[in-house]
Nanobody, 119 residues
Framework: VQLQASGGGLVQAGGSLRLSCVAS????????MGWFRQAPGKEREFVAS????????AYVDSVKGRFTISRDNAKLTVYLQMNSLKPEDTGVYYC?????????????WGQGTQVTVSS
């Protein structure tokens, strides 16, 4: 399984970015997808997830109302739309995929894309 994330960059507080992650190597539509992030000096944390048929999504409290996760199974891609960005959103963002179909057992990771929010 390969996951290729992109879309990070430098943005001012209050701005927006859209991250993308393209998957390859197996059937995409049967697996839960998610985004995690890691700030300097901190552990990796969960940001958002979306189930295989896009009905169920989940977010860490700190991004609710600002971030939206979505997926396009035809394009093998998961997205993270990030609005009203804050300096504390700075970090490396990783997309992740479940190991087994229909399970929230993240075990495959992309290479990460840097998001920097300036104040």
């Amino acid at each position: 399984v390969q996951l290729q994330a992109s879309g990070g960059g430098l943005v001012q507080a209050g701005g927006s970015l859209r991250l993308s992650c393209v998957a390859s190597g197996r059937t995409f539509s049967s697996y839960v997808m998610g985004w995690f992030r890691q700030a300097p000096g901190k552990e990796r944390e969960f940001v958002a997830s979306i189930n295989w048929n896009t009905i169920s999504t989940a977010y860490v409290d700190s991004v609710k109302g600002r971030f939206t996760i979505s997926r396009d199974n035809a394009k093998l891609t998961v997205y993270l739309q990030m609005n009203s960005l804050k300096p504390e959103d700075t970090g490396v963002y990783y997309c992740a995929s479940g190991r087994t179909p229909y399970a929230y057992d993240f075990g495959y990771w992309g290479q990460g894309t840097q998001v920097t929010v300036s104040s």
